[in-house]
């Protein structure tokens, strides 16, 4: 992992500083509340459905278990209402719709689909206290919301995984310290994500974000970016451009001085949902290229002043170097025991390294909604990650925990330790790990629930011979049309709508995020008018019935899906209504 | 560069000035005999003007550039580092505190403006 400099702790101790200084003219009335929002945004801090919400930065997913028992403290300590405003926010949740009012939960950790892991309940007169305590272990909220840069994410698998060309990590750390606290780019018309990866493979989905950039080697084996620009999902899912096929890595944050720099002059202000840069890209095309090159050789001829020096990479790189680890023989008791068996087949993965494995924490288990883990749950997962993983973990897109440096001759006994905690189900990449944002029982932006649909769906597919023969499926839900739970990149979709107060769901069908598995980076397809909420796990059903009659061989629902037609899993996703069949459908 | 906060318009003091729109491209606006140019930040979190001041300054724009509109104390960092020289405050501002808050970094990772080295050129 990156190891802080002094000038680096010094930094994220000023950035705490700063913030507990406006929220003191905020809670004082010198700072109005529309002046102070973009502030404690840019800090992370969000004003949800009931309470504040905060989500903490993870720069490309990596934490030390140091920090994971601070984001455990945090969770018990500081992320619990007052018993009045869990009452009330309890009986207004059960007032919504006809689906049961899941039981609120609190002092929870939440993983995010961009590595950062969220809080619901901390009160705003603790958040600098919080910001403070994250301090003490290099953490912040630093630009994970606002119009600005966000925090950049990459493959869960960077510097580990098998498929890798060129170690993205190094780069992804130099990028999170240009942007960080950019004068410039702190206004942008809308907000900016930056995914890296270094693999064949994209597990980042790239070609979903503002900038995509792929680290690769070329002919005469020199590194450097494959330049993506303009991806994003939202109401009008756009697949990102290449707009450069291969940039010196030097060059990189000179380059991207001048995209955003452009993007900050031309993107449109007038309109929200017009304004990101994927919506310019797509106007401008080749008139925004041709300025961002104008733009990048004027930035060269003044001196090119970020031009990344070899010996700042070298520095950066040295702090990513594998930790040493034990050689032990794998012995492979895979067979005599189906159920590890099943979990070494389904949540460990392969590494550079053939001594070591990387082994994925499920977060996605029957009365937890997905990606969220307890105190209790995050303290454990440090000891994990100090026992088995040189004390490192990564949060993942997925919305689960990676341990990247497990050696193979203890997986029996991580298997063992991981299942009495209750996070060794052998469900990754399978129809249960699926990717959910929190919807409606938290965020102010959703149109419906996502929770209570995931665990409606987790709850009818528990059997774990149904869940392996259906195979690998991404199923993305997304309370609105936001897009945070990526519905848009599920090979099935499932997007909250809001009709006349009530909860509606569109079922969507056929994206991909860029994967080996889900092939080119394309939005899916709406099969109908929403669905009642009761209605989207017997529509989920009709579909993978239709998969299971259709399918040839060992094929995936996503090629069934391809090779059979979208028309034919529309018409049976439509014949699964029932309260919505008759009736005048929205 | 010095960095003038103001607390309220000032009277025209015969400098010549140009007042930039944001969608000028700053490139490309002439700026012959002009010594002063004012920058509008139409809302705080209309961020445009820095990059206009920044490119001014890359052009070697000497005189003053001056943000006037929605300024507030917070924002008055950036503007210092995009190229700004002077600043107009909106009304009730504690033009005091947003000096103090000027001089709350030691310095900074990317090069800007002020300071066109970023931190990983400048250091041993």
Not at chain 1, 13 to 41: E, I, K, V
Not at chain 1, 178 to 191: D, G, I, M, N, V
Not at chain 1, 386 to 415: F, I, M
């Amino acid at each position: 992992m990156y190891q802080y400099t002094d000038f680096d702790r010094q930094f994220v101790h000023a950035r705490a500083a700063q913030y507990r200084d406006q929220l003191t003219r905020n809670l004082n009335g010198q700072l109005a509340d529309d002046d102070f929002r973009p502030l404690r945004l840019q800090n992370g801090w969000y004003v949800q459905r009931y309470a504040p919400m905060l989500r903490v930065a993870v720069p490309y997913g990596e934490l030390n278990s140091a920090q994971l028992r601070v984001l455990a403290r945090i969770a018990r300590e500081y992320d619990t209402p007052t018993p009045e405003l869990l009452k009330q926010a309890q009986a207004t949740q059960d007032g919504i719709g006809a689906a049961p009012g899941p039981r609120l939960t609190t002092n929870v950790g939440h993983f995010t689909t961009r590595q950062n892991v969220q809080f619901n309940w901390i009160p705003l007169d603790k958040s600098a206290d919080v910001m403070d305590l994250l301090a003490s272990v290099n953490l912040h909220g630093i630009q994970t919301s606002g119009n600005c840069i966000r925090n950049i994410t990459s493959d869960e698998r960077a510097g580990i995984a098998a498929d890798e060309d060129v170690d993205p990590r190094p780069y992804a750390e130099v990028l999170r310290q240009w942007s960080t606290l950019h004068p410039e780019f702190a206004y942008l018309p809308r907000k900016f994500k930056i995914a890296i990866t270094g693999a064949r493979e994209d597990r980042a989905a790239i070609e979903w974000h503002d900038v995509g950039l792929r680290v690769l080697r070329n002919e005469q084996n020199e590194v450097g970016f494959k330049v993506y620009v303009g991806g994003g999902m939202g109401r009008t899912p756009i697949v990102a451009s290449v707009i450069r096929e291969f940039l010196p890595w030097n060059q990189i944050l000179n380059y991207l001085e001048a995209v955003v720099r452009v993007y900050n002059a031309w993107g449109r202000r007038d309109n929200i949902y017009k304004a990101r840069i994927k919506i310019l890209v797509k106007a401008e095309g080749q008139r925004y290229f041709d300025e961002v090159e104008a733009e990048y050789q004027r930035i060269l001829a003044d001196g090119a002043h970020h031009t990344i020096p070899q010996s700042e990479l070298n520095r950066v790189s040295a702090c990513f170097v594998a930790p040493n680890t034990e050689a032990r023989i794998f012995k492979a008791v895979v067979e005599d025991d189906v159920e590890f068996g099943r979990w070494v087949k389904q949540n460990v993965a392969a590494h550079k390294n053939p001594e070591l494995r990387a082994v994925s924490l499920s977060f996605k288990r029957l009365g937890y909604a997905p990606g969220d883990a307890t105190a209790d749950q995050l303290d454990a997962a440090a000891d994990l990650a100090d026992k088995y993983s040189a004390g490192e973990v990564r949060v993942t897109h997925d919305q689960n925990l990676l341990l990247p440096w497990v050696n193979c001759g203890q997986l029996p006994e991580l298997w063992r330790d991981a299942r009495k905690l209750g996070l060794a189900r052998p469900n990754l990449h399978l129809l249960t790990d699926m990717i959910s944002c929190p919807g409606g029982d938290f965020c102010a932006l959703a149109n419906a629930r996502s929770i209570p649909i995931a665990t409606a769906i987790t709850e009818r597919f528990q059997d774990l011979d149904e869940l392996f023969d259906l195979g690998k499926i991404d199923l993305h839900i997304s309370g609105c049309i936001n897009s945070c739970g990526h519905h848009h990149s599920g090979h099935i979709g499932i997007l909250g709508v809001d009709k006349d107060g009530q909860e509606w769901y569109q079922i969507t069908l056929g994206g991909s995020d860029g994967s080996d598995l889900s092939g080119p980076s394309r939005a899916s397809k709406v099969v109908g008018p929403s669905f009642a909420a009761a209605e989207v796990v017997d529509v989920i059903e009709a579909v993978l019935d239709l998969y299971k009659d259709t399918r040839l061989g060992g094929e995936h629902f996503i090629d069934t899906l391809q090779r059979v037609g979208f028309d034919a899993f529309k018409v049976v996703a439509n014949a699964a209504r029932h309260s919505t069949a008759k009736a005048e459908t929205v | 560069m010095t960095f003038d906060i103001l607390t309220s318009s000032p009277a025209d003091d015969g400098v010549p000035t140009l007042t930039l729109a944001n969608t000028v491209d700053a490139q490309s606006a002439d700026l012959a005999g002009v010594q002063r140019i004012t920058l509008d930040f139409p809302k705080f979190t209309d961020g445009r003007a820095f990059s206009q001041a920044f490119v001014l300054r890359r052009r070697g724009f000497a005189g003053d550039i001056r943000a006037v509109g929605d300024v507030l104390i917070d924002q008055l960092l950036q503007m210092q580092r995009s190229g700004f020289s002077s600043a107009v405050l909106r009304a009730n501002q504690d033009a005091e505190h947003g000096r103090k808050l000027l001089r709350h970094y030691a310095s900074f990772y990317q090069g800007d403006a002020a300071h066109r080295a970023p931190h990983f050129a400048v250091k041993a």
